[in-house]
């Protein structure tokens, strides 16, 4: 019941640049969360957006929604070394499903 | 501090042991449900439940059993591991339901020889 696609599978920047991350989804949704898992460790909450919004911000993330295209979007500015992780962006159309995650690695 | 707690983090066992694998939350939330993590996978539910006594089935259930007899507890149980069970296992809570936002423990990783 695969739903989010993220876009790219993996993603390698230098620190200061910035990282952009896509979802797919095929059927329509009620919300679109993204999270955050450092390698091994739980998955955090980063931003829900709701079907009705369009863009969303929160700190040095800023995450679109394209209802018409089926896509969403998360963008991390300036990122740091820190921000190496996977990040998942997870549909809510009948129940929540996962991606398979976008690995970033953001180099000092 | 508001957490959801899993014990235990890392185990191996043998193949038809029973294990349970403890999940709490504090935070007074309805809603908890059970992942697991496979590399090329993704996170794919098991079990959830709604609130205390009412438990579904995810999408992978077999060789899974779940409990909810308190709101804070959840655990998975494991009555005769297999190998193809060795994963990474993940507990998460929501308050209002099991599309808000969720809460995520820590994960458990389970070997299974």
């Known amino acids: 019941s695969q739903q989010g696609e993220e876009d790219p599978q993996a993603l390698s920047i230098q620190e200061g640049e910035n990282a952009t991350m896509n979802c797919s989804y095929k059927?329509?949704?009620?919300?679109l969360q993204w999270y955050r898992q450092n390698s091994g460790r739980g998955l955090v909450h980063l931003i829900l957006i709701r079907s009705n919004e369009r863009e969303k911000h929160s700190g040095r993330l800023r995450v679109t929604l394209d209802t018409s295209k089926k896509s969403s979007s998360l963008l991390i500015t300036a990122s740091r070394a820190a921000d190496t992780a996977s990040y998942f962006c997870?549909?809510?159309?009948?129940?929540?499903?996962f991606g398979k995650g976008t690995k970033l690695t953001v180099n000092p | 501090e508001a957490q959801v707690t899993q014990n235990p983090r890392y185990l191996i066992t043998v193949t038809g042991k029973k294990l349970t694998v403890t999940c709490s939350q504090n935070?007074?939330?309805?809603?908890m449900s059970w992942y697991r993590q496979d590399p090329g996978l993704g996170l794919r539910q098991i079990y959830y439940?709604?609130?205390?006594?009412?438990?579904d089935k995810g999408d992978v259930p077999e060789g899974y059993k779940v409990s909810r007899k308190e709101k804070r507890n959840f655990p998975l149980i494991l009555e005769s591991p297999s190998p193809n069970q060795t994963s990474l296992y993940f507990c998460?809570?929501?308050?209002?339901?099991?599309?808000?936002?969720?809460?995520f423990g820590e994960g458990s990783r389970l070997t299974v020889l």
């Open positions: 439940s709604m609130n205390v006594e009412v438990t």
């Open positions: 059927t329509s949704i009620n919300n």
């Open positions: 998460a809570s929501s308050l209002d339901s099991l599309r808000g936002e969720l809460f």
């Open positions: 935070m007074n939330h309805e809603y």
């Open positions: 997870a549909t809510d159309s009948e129940k929540l499903v």
